[in-house]
């Protein structure tokens, strides 16, 4: 990753980038289009290019067909992306399946800096000693394994944790069966895409402060990484976070339900200035989930 800087990585960083990065385990939802939306305002209005990336990291979770019906959504809502899976672009693949070979890279990049170690905890072992999290963010692991030896006996596959410090916990890199992890992946494609502004929900906030440590720690200067801005969460009519499962959160029951399109994005567009949270229209509700 330290060779990021390349020429055509400089060109993309001469204009402002966004991008909206769902992942493909159910339907676009309103949150999703709502977040869809903002980026592809704010690449609009600096005259920059809307991306597309397609999160589809952990194969388990991947619903046959989702990613597909995400771009169809998305195009019927006209936010298809400048870049993406279906319009390509300079950075592709926009598939985060296809990208392995850079996460693993960039985990080599961390490992030589001494900024990784091996973890062979359980989820009941870390449970029973770590922090108590606050309200949307993982329990903080206690460094149990940070000075080990890494030669020991393996008690299971080990995962790969990041060596944090005062501003950041040790969290996973490379889960033990091998999978990237979000943060690693998220963190290596943005630096990569040249993204300047990524806009999500409220809940993925206190991911930041790891996502910024791993660019920094591949060689970004601040003035190379995104900045962010998180939009509150959407609420169902009794102001509880909307689910998949929610009715009237998908978009394409929406779409199937006779809204239009034009009507979606009107609903959506005063939440994207992210001074109050976007409620779901009664009407709306009674499409189903």
């Known amino acids: 990753m330290r060779g990021f800087r390349t020429e055509e990585w400089s060109r993309l960083r001469r204009t402002t980038r966004t991008r909206f990065a769902p992942s493909p385990t159910g339907d676009l939802h309103v949150g999703g289009a709502l977040c869809a939306l ?16 397609m999160e589809d990291l952990d194969p388990p ?25 279906r319009a390509g672009g300079p950075c592709a693949p926009y598939v985060q399946s296809a990208r392995f070979s ?13 900024l990784t170690y091996l973890c062979d905890c ?57 999978v990237f992890s979000y943060q690693l992946a998220v963190s290596v494609d943005d630096l990569a895409m040249a993204i300047a502004c990524v806009v999500r929900g409220a809940d993925l906030a206190p991911s930041t402060p790891r996502q910024l440590a791993i660019m920094r720690a591949l060689g970004a200067r601040e003035d190379e990484v995104p900045r962010y801005v998180h939009l509150p969460l959407v609420r169902d009519a009794r102001g509880e976070r909307i ?47």
Do not use: N, Q
Request: include cysteine; aromatic fraction near 6%.
């Open 102 to 114: 850079l996460y693993a890279g960039a985990l080599a990049e961390l490992e030589a800096a001494g």
């Open 38 to 53: 903002a980026s592809h305002a704010i690449a609009r209005a600096d005259g920059g290019t809307f991306v597309v990336r």
């Open 122 to 178: 359980s989820r009941a072992e870390i449970s029973r000693v770590a922090s108590a999290p606050h309200e949307g963010e993982d329990a903080v692991y206690p460094g149990t394994c940070r000075a080990a030896d890494p030669s020991r006996a393996m008690r299971r596959p080990p995962a790969v944790r990041f060596r944090g410090g005062a501003d950041v916990d040790d969290f996973v890199l490379r889960r033990g069966d091998g």
């Open 61 to 85: 979770r991947v619903v046959a067909g989702s990613a597909e019906r995400i771009l169809d959504d998305l195009a019927w809502l006209g936010l298809e992306g400048d870049e993406g899976p």
């Open 243 to 289: 689910s998949k499962r929610t009715a009237g959160a998908r978009v394409r029951a929406l779409r199937e339900g006779g809204v239009s399109a034009r009507e979606v994005l009107d609903a959506l567009e005063p939440a994207t200035r992210g001074e109050a949270p976007f409620v779901i229209p009664a009407g709306w509700s009674a499409l189903g989930a």
